[in-house]
């Protein structure tokens, strides 16, 4: 059983509603990524962090999301304004090192935006 | 950029039976590639299965063996003989050595064996 724990499992927006989800990583790492797969099983890399910093982001993560990771609480992601075309899974992984590639995800968030 | 391309589900094979899930990859940004196999098994999130990090090695786990070729830059996963608990949904994705970097993701082959 994943020790990733994200939250909800599912979502429902409208369109322009903010959509928000959270990831607790797995104890003692401090590295976590969010991914978007979409219908296709298309993954999209979104934004990294380690402990509180972000490492790497895309464009789209910089315009439309926010993503934070404070200490002693949930990472999260939010949309800010939903849009159709983001209805996907949105998958949270974490990492024990920033050299070790090994990734533990969670269940992910399926979001659906009408 | 960084790509793969694998094969795509659905994979239906009979228990005891032999299996390929091919994985090619493109790495146009990546000096030293690191391969992997995740694996989504029903109900489950995704983890790793197995993971090569140098050139003509062989990763193995749970009876799956995937060999990194850099001369035809594939990553192809085998099993001699599957069992009905296989069945999962199977990624390959690529890395970059070292940096704990994002993963670029194959798009799953999903696997049902057969009683």
């Known amino acids: 059983n994943s020790k990733v724990i994200q939250t909800p499992r599912y979502l429902v927006k409208g369109q322009g509603q903010k959509a928000k989800m959270r990831c607790i990583p797995e104890?003692?790492?401090?590295?976590v990524f969010w991914y978007q797969q979409n219908k296709n099983n298309e993954f999209k890399f979104l934004i990294n962090f380690q402990n509180q910093e972000v490492l790497q982001q895309i464009d789209m993560t910089e315009k439309r999301f926010s993503a934070e990771c404070p200490s002693n609480s949930p990472c999260s992601l939010e949309i800010q304004s939903s849009e159709a075309g983001d209805s996907a899974l949105y998958l949270c992984a974490s990492s024990r090192t920033i050299s070790n590639e090994r990734l533990f995800f969670g269940h992910g968030t399926k979001l659906s935006v009408l | 950029g960084d790509s793969v391309t694998q094969t795509e589900g659905p994979v239906t094979v009979s228990e005891s039976e032999s299996l390929i899930i091919n994985c090619t990859y493109s790495?146009?940004?990546?000096?030293?590639?690191?391969l992997f196999w995740y694996v989504r098994y029903p109900g489950e999130g995704l983890q790793l299965l197995l993971k090569?990090?140098?050139?003509?090695q062989k990763g193995s786990s749970r009876g799956f063996e995937a060999t990194y070729n850099k001369e035809t830059t594939s990553f192809h996963l085998q099993k001699a003989s599957v069992q009905e608990s296989d069945s999962a949904v199977y990624y390959c994705a690529l890395g970059q050595q070292g940096t704990g970097s994002k993963l670029s993701f194959g798009k799953g082959a999903k696997l049902t064996v057969s009683p």
């Open positions: 104890k003692g790492h401090p590295v």
């Open positions: 090569v990090i140098t050139a003509g």
């Open positions: 790495a146009t940004s990546i000096a030293y590639p690191n």
